[in-house]
């Protein structure tokens, strides 16, 4: 049997084989975690290093975003050629319709407008010019500051450079399609406060395509005084200078516009400049006969008038609709109308004659279509007007007592009636006193005494003298005849520069016809005293009035 020593020491043996298994053990899994967070530390180093890679990633993402974005705006706001690639890229940015994009779009229009880069301008424009941008902008912001683009291309007409005509094209272009739209109040204030200075700045170019523009600009905005103004002024005063320019579209678009405010007479004179034969044979012009004829004219042949100038590609469709609403007022009347034409010339009789004459005639009441003509223009029928008449059958003349003449004038002014003399005997208190005043002519002749010709001599000598410095209207702008006139006053006296020119006048309208044939010269030489007078006169002569 053991003793209790034996049995301490023998617990002591098995605790010690216990502690050493547990040593053992621990050291083991000490080892293991050592293992293990050595991993995890490196892991966690990884983690760190990819984060950091993460963060560099995008920050070269970001940048390189913003430097496909800054490439981007770079490539519309600073195109120095525009290629094909620049035009396309124009396109897609309208049609994707990106707020800021087009807002971007807008900046680089402007900076072009402001650096003057306009051949790149002139392409961008002519892009936005058609109809599907137009409609998709009408209201937008971009249209509203394209609009001012425009605005300030024309207002800086007289200093655009002239190999960039189109530039002001396509900005006139802009403006015509502005109606109904958030621009159109730009150009409408335009056109009322800066007209005179685009309109002369638009002479001087001396080109007939931008005023043919301009006008259709003034006509879409229903400025109807102030484009017959400018078209009158084209016609009298400036016409000989664009002769060199116009073509036969440009007359076309002249006559049919002057037509639209009863002013064809004026360009009528100027036919044989572009057609030796006439008018009358060509087939743009056959609708304007049919109006003024009406012997010939049928419902067939004017319904074929009719549709031929529909079809007139020289013209927009509210120009022809303008145009044919003004025919068919004057025609339609006329073919539904059974009454007759008189085209001979009227006679306005007194009462007391009356009573003789129709005993003597038989004059009998009869209603006719008698034609009106413009003043000064006996020989053009402008439109025919009814009215009841005393008819003489056996020679086929027409009479008008005085009181329904006068009251007939009245409704027709500012047109008149061809009127003629009776050859008969009357007692003198009874003369007819014909109204003869729709052809009243200037006088025909100067007066030639033994003085006047000697003052003519003086007189044309002297101009000789102002020729010789540059001056005379054939040819010459108005610009160069002033620095001509700026060098006469000095050396010949403004007394005498201003005597020559309106001699000129006054000899021009002394001659027959003289103030119609010689209207553009006339113009042009009361322009140049009329600036005379402005920087010269100063009161120390009488100035001479040309008119009498």
Not at 27 to 36: A, C, I
Not at 141 to 152: A, T
Not at 394 to 421: C, H, M, W
Not at 491 to 506: A, D, E, H, M
Request: proline content about 2%.
């Amino acid at each position: 049997m053991k003793t209790g020593s034996e049995n301490m020491t023998g617990k002591e043996k098995v605790m010690g084989l216990i502690e050493s298994e547990l040593t053992i053990l621990i050291g083991e899994y000490e080892k293991q975690l050592d293992t293990k967070n050595t991993e995890i530390q490196k892991l966690k180093k990884q983690v760190l290093e990819s984060n950091a890679r993460n963060v560099e990633l995008m920050f070269i993402i970001q940048q390189q975003a913003k430097e496909i974005e800054l490439n981007k705006r770079q490539s519309l706001s600073y195109p120095n050629i525009l290629e094909d690639e620049n035009l396309m890229e124009f396109r897609n940015t309208l049609e994707r319709n990106d707020l800021q994009e087009i807002a971007d779009l807008a900046s680089a229009m402007e900076q072009l407008w402001n650096k003057r880069e306009n051949k790149t301008l002139i392409n961008l424009l002519k892009e936005l010019n058609s109809t599907l941008y137009r409609n998709q902008f009408k209201i937008s912001d971009f249209n509203h500051r394209i609009s001012i683009i425009c605005k300030e291309i024309l207002s800086a007409t007289e200093t655009i450079d002239c190999q960039l005509d189109s530039l002001i094209k396509q900005a006139i272009n802009y403006g015509i399609k502005s109606i109904d739209t958030n621009g159109e109040k730009l150009f409408r204030d335009l056109l009322r406060s800066k007209h005179t200075e685009i309109f002369t700045a638009l002479l001087d170019r001396n080109e007939s395509n931008l005023i043919r523009d301009y006008f259709r600009l003034l006509l879409v905005f229903k400025q109807e005084k102030t484009l017959k103004e400018a078209l009158e002024h084209i016609i009298t005063v400036e016409w000989s200078f664009l002769l060199s320019t116009i073509t036969e579209e440009d007359f076309e678009f002249y006559f049919w516009y002057s037509y639209l405010f009863n002013s064809e007479q004026g360009i009528l004179e100027s036919v044989k400049d572009f057609y030796p034969q006439g008018m009358q044979n060509e087939k743009d012009f056959d609708l304007y006969y049919q109006a003024t004829k009406l012997a010939g004219v049928t419902e067939e042949s004017y319904r074929v008038s009719r549709n031929a100038f529909r079809s007139n590609k020289n013209f927009t469709n509210l120009e022809r609709n303008m145009v044919l609403k003004k025919v068919d007022s004057r025609i339609k009347q006329r073919l539904l109308s059974g009454v007759q034409a008189h085209e001979a010339p009227v006679y306005i009789i007194t009462a007391s004659e009356y009573g003789k004459l129709k005993q003597t005639l038989g004059l009998q009441r009869k209603r006719v279509k008698l034609p009106l003509y413009q003043r000064g223009t006996p020989n053009q029928i402008y439109l025919y007007k009814e009215i009841d008449v005393w008819f003489s059958k056996d020679r086929g003349r027409a009479f008008l007592a005085n009181k329904d003449y006068r009251a007939f004038s009245d409704q027709i002014a500012p047109l008149v009636i061809k009127t003629g003399e009776m050859r008969y005997t009357i007692p003198p208190e009874e003369q007819v006193k014909v109204q003869s005043d729709s052809f009243a002519w200037p006088p025909t002749e100067v007066k030639t005494t033994k003085e006047n010709l000697l003052s003519d001599e003086k007189i044309l000598n002297e101009t000789s003298e102002l020729k010789k410095l540059g001056y005379q209207i054939t040819g010459v702008t108005r610009a160069k005849r002033w620095q001509a006139l700026e060098l006469a006053v000095p050396k010949l006296g403004l007394k005498k520069v201003v005597g020559i020119i309106s001699y000129n006048i006054l000899l021009r309208k002394g001659q027959k016809n003289g103030e119609r044939k010689f209207s553009y010269a006339i113009a042009e030489w009361e322009h140049d005293l009329g600036k005379l007078k402005k920087h010269y006169y100063r009161s120390d002569f009488k100035w001479p009035d040309p008119n009498k």
